[in-house]
């Protein structure tokens, strides 16, 4: 029989992008994506053809650059505001 975990032992669930200790509540967030240089390249030539992409894009986008549609979502969401910031002061 598998041996029961012992308390430090116990499995991470992952919900929204944070890591969370299961019982615990306590939420570990996860490290910061950092992107390669070739990530953000290709993420910025995308914005600037488009700043909303469709659910089909995305999928592919993330799976060319080895993100998930995630990262590839809040990257773009992320890129959004500070674009409209950017605007705002003119």
Same mark, same amino acid.
């Given at each position: 029989?598998?041996?029961?975990?012992?308390?430090?032992?116990?499995p991470? @669930?992952?919900?929204?992008?944070?890591?969370?200790?299961?019982?615990?509540? &306590? !939420?570990?967030? !996860?490290?910061? /994506?950092?992107?390669?240089?070739?990530?953000?390249? @290709?993420?910025n030539?995308?914005?600037?053809? /488009?700043?909303?992409? %469709?659910?089909?894009?995305?999928?592919?986008? %993330?799976?060319?650059?080895?993100?998930?549609?995630?990262?590839? !979502?809040?990257?773009?969401?992320?890129?959004?505001s500070?674009? &409209?910031k950017?605007?705002?002061?003119?």
């Open positions: 029989a598998p041996l029961p975990l012992q308390e430090h032992e116990k991470l @669930a992952v919900t929204n992008g944070e890591l969370r200790i299961s019982g615990k509540g &306590k !939420k570990l967030r !996860k490290p910061r /994506t950092i992107y390669s240089s070739l990530q953000l390249q @290709a993420l030539q995308r914005f600037q053809q /488009t700043q909303y992409l %469709a659910l089909p894009e995305r999928a592919e986008l %993330a799976a060319q650059l080895g993100l998930t549609q995630t990262q590839v !979502k809040i990257w773009f969401q992320n890129k959004r500070k674009y &409209k950017i605007m705002k002061q003119g």
